[in-house]
């Protein structure tokens, strides 16, 4: 149902453009596209990754996507209608690239609606295309139509970390009674959010230029009693002592000197 939605507001903002119902001399060179095997985007990009984007919506202030595209040709995504509350919805299925190797037609496995949706892969971007695959023509900046690629090496700002391993002890999903230890840095104010497993927690943090220097004030967090969570002290103990992080594609190490404390991963489609 909610994939119609999306569908229906690309289809509303294609009807909005000046030349409606004519295709454009590029929409036509696109659909005769012929596939070079030695160049094109699925041979020669590197593709696999986390998208986003913000797609226009009739009754919404906008339809922000973010798309995980995988090695295996499946993909997840997560449709949050802004303005409109906690309007988060999930989707994952499979995705096949066309013989010109350059766009992919996604799939789904969870929605109980049949139209695919089709994407133009370009360099760290996606391009929504309309429902037949082809360019979408709207008065609209093209520019709306792009999704980018999130960078997932060496920036730990606005990303969700996942709690993995506590001073050598792994952590699983199990022990956190199915609410996950975790922290955002925020880029606004410098602000760290986010969960010891049981209780909400909330600070500053700051850097220095020094060795991946970084450093927490005091966390204040609320006062639930935390049953089955033995290990929310030492946890707030990881931000009081650290002083220094090492991230490598999707994993951060908090430190203090050389000594490793915590090792987080970084979940997108939150």
């Given at each position: 149902m909610k994939k119609s939605i999306v569908l229906l507001c690309i289809v509303v903002a294609a009807l909005s453009a000046c030349n409606t119902g004519k295709r454009s001399s590029n929409a036509q060179t696109n659909e005769t596209e012929v596939a070079d095997?030695?160049?094109?985007?699925?041979?020669?990009?590197d593709w696999a990754g986390v998208y986003k984007g913000t797609l226009p919506c009739a009754d919404c202030e906008g339809i922000q996507e973010e798309i995980r595209l995988n090695d295996d040709l499946t993909y997840e995504m997560v449709s949050t209608y802004l303005g409109k509350g906690e309007n988060r919805f999930p989707d994952n299925g499979r995705f096949e690239w066309d013989e010109a190797g350059s766009r992919i037609k996604l799939t789904s496995t969870t929605s109980t609606n049949d139209t695919d949706r089709w994407f133009k892969v370009g360099e760290n971007?996606?391009?929504?295309?309309?429902?037949?695959?082809?360019?979408?023509?709207?008065?609209?900046?093209?520019?709306?139509?792009i999704f980018r690629k999130i960078d997932m090496d060496n920036v730990i700002t606005e990303k969700y970390w996942k709690l993995v391993e506590l001073n050598g002890k792994e952590i699983s999903p199990s022990e956190t009674g199915g609410r996950e230890a975790h922290f955002i840095l925020k880029n606004e104010d410098n602000r760290i959010i986010g969960n010891t497993g049981c209780n909400n927690m909330n600070g500053s943090y700051s850097f220095s230029a020094e060795d991946n220097g970084i450093h927490f004030t005091p966390l204040a967090t609320t006062r639930m009693a935390c049953i089955g969570i033995d290990y929310e002290h030492e946890y707030l103990q990881v931000f009081e002592l650290s002083d220094n992080y090492v991230v490598q594609n999707d994993t951060l190490t908090l430190s203090k000197g050389e000594t490793p404390l915590a090792r987080f991963v970084a979940v997108y489609l939150q």
């Open positions: 095997p030695a160049h094109n985007s699925r041979n020669s990009l971007q996606l391009i929504a295309l309309d429902i037949e695959g082809n360019p979408i023509e709207s008065s609209l900046p093209a520019e709306i139509y």
